[in-house]
């Protein structure tokens, strides 16, 4: 697999001032030859990932904006935004990456779970939060993927007490990690390898989260047939 092209991000600062259909159209042969080395790319590491985790399927995400409910009517995306989806469902969680100029970054976790969903992490996180706390603090998963991110509720959950000793963590409405790179970083040969590596850190924690999500309190399973 050759490294990503630096042309990828001098065509879409080009984008970014010129984000009209014309101007699109005109360099439309250029876009669709590195939407193709991407495309490459997002499945060489789906097979990468394949080797050590279960990936049915990789997304990369249309370059055309949904403009009819913002103020925004710029026809197109500034970034190529990929996904590598684990498969269901006992394997939860997935990957995303984000390629814009200076603005580069690999995402994991949940996003916008489900009521369902949030409602069960919040009520392993109850009933355990230290081993989730473990888990994220252990130095070689945060040496990669730092501090829990995600919106938060500024009031304690429906259901807890104001002095649980977990409300720091009840109050996530989202369980996200993310490592950014730099633009060098991307075009380096390197960078595929260093992206499966941070996936294989991140594995303890969607193999939790699939865990908790698959099963009941009682540890019962979850998922049919």
């Known amino acids: 697999m050759k490294a990503l092209s630096p042309k990828i991000f001098k065509f ?39 080797q050590h ?50 603005d580069v970054f690999l995402a994991c976790g949940f996003w916008d779970p489900n009521s369902r969903d949030l409602r069960r992490i919040r009520e392993e996180i109850d009933l355990d939060g230290q081993e989730y706390r ?36 009840l109050r996530f409405k989202q369980h996200i990690f993310m490592v950014r790179y730099t633009n060098q970083d991307v075009v380096a040969e390197d960078f595929i390898d260093r992206l499966d590596e941070a996936l294989q850190a991140v594995r303890p924690f969607v193999e939790y989260m699939s865990a908790v999500l698959t099963t009941n309190a009682d540890g019962e399973s979850l998922v049919k047939g």
């Open 12 to 50: 879409f600062k080009q984008l970014e001032k010129h984000n009209d259909r014309e101007w699109f159209e005109q360099h439309k042969p250029e876009f669709k030859l590195l939407e193709t080395s991407v495309k490459q790319f997002g499945e060489t590491l789906k097979d990468k990932l394949n």
């Open 53 to 102: 985790d279960s990936i049915d399927r990789f997304k990369l995400f249309r370059i055309y904006r949904d403009v009819r409910f913002s103020k925004d009517k710029t026809p197109y995306k500034t970034h190529f935004g990929m996904a590598w989806h684990r498969t269901k469902p006992y394997y939860r969680g997935g990957y995303y990456l984000h390629l814009k100029p200076n």
């Open 134 to 169: 473990n888990l994220i603090n252990a130095a070689d998963f945060k040496s990669v993927w730092g501090e829990l991110q995600g919106d938060k509720l500024k009031k304690t959950p429906k259901g807890y007490a104001k002095d649980n000793p977990n409300i720091d963590l």
